[in-house]
């Protein structure tokens, strides 16, 4: 069974620059989440989809975050515009629904924002 | 309410010694805790979870224990070897739909 597949794995921009994270799920998986992992710190989930429509983004900071989930598959996340504070390892991860506890991570896109 | 602390921050272990990593939380409706692992540069990886109705799970060298009226539990790892050296994250869950909380993690490492 093939994993959660991101890209790019790394990325350097510049603060106010704009910057697109691609996740795709694993085959079958319903339910599909954006975390952010500082340096030092656990996770912090941004949104989840529960196909292509969002259940919580209370946490996704919404003017300058957005993401997507067209179709109820791949998932984009975007940042526009970056600022410092933005750096970090962006993590994808899937269930197979959200009564799922079991999540399935990507191996993260880490981001370097100058 | 919906933080999960975790100590210690880092861990040194010799090779076969046992590793403990202690969490607790204050939001008595999470029901669901479990433990994963995070290699450099991977995603985390469930470890083990345990529900509150449990006050141990095994699974081979790992166990976790709960108390539940401590509204604490732990990881303990059994005969410690380096290729345990990661960070571990506690994290603790609600109902089915509601988010799963991250401790700040634990970086572990098992010297030969």
């Known amino acids: 069974e093939a994993g959660v597949a991101q890209s790019p794995r790394y990325k350097i921009i510049e603060k106010r620059q704009s910057v697109a994270f691609w996740c795709n799920p694993i085959?079958?998986?319903?339910?599909l989440y954006w975390y952010q992992q500082i340096l030092g710190q656990g996770p912090k989930l941004l949104i989840q989809f529960q196909n292509n429509g969002v259940v919580d983004d209370s946490q996704l900071p919404k003017d300058r975050f957005s993401a997507e989930r067209l179709k109820g598959v791949d998932s984009t996340l975007k940042i526009q515009p970056a600022k410092l504070e933005d750096s970090a390892v962006y993590l994808c991860?899937?269930?197979?629904?959200?009564?799922?506890?079991?999540?399935?991570f990507g191996p993260g896109t880490r981001l370097t924002v100058t | 309410q919906q933080q999960v602390k975790q100590s210690p921050q880092s861990l040194i272990v010799q090779k076969g010694g046992i590793s403990i990593i202690n969490c607790a939380y204050e939001n008595t409706a999470f029901d669901y805790f479990p433990w994963y692992q995070q290699f450099p540069g991977k995603g985390p990886a469930l470890l083990i979870a345990?529900?509150?109705?449990?006050s141990e799970k095994k699974e081979g060298r790992f166990t976790i224990s709960f108390n539940k009226s401590a509204k604490q539990f732990s990881l303990h790892i059994m005969d410690s070897q380096p290729g345990d050296s990661a960070t571990y994250f506690c994290?603790?869950?609600?109902?089915?739909?509601?988010?799963?909380?991250f401790g700040p993690g634990t970086s572990l490492s098992v010297i030969p």
């Open positions: 994290a603790a869950s609600g109902t089915s739909y509601d988010k799963v909380i």
């Open positions: 991860a899937s269930s197979w629904t959200s009564a799922s506890y079991e999540q399935y």
């Open positions: 345990i529900r509150p109705d449990v």
């Open positions: 085959s079958g998986h319903a339910t």
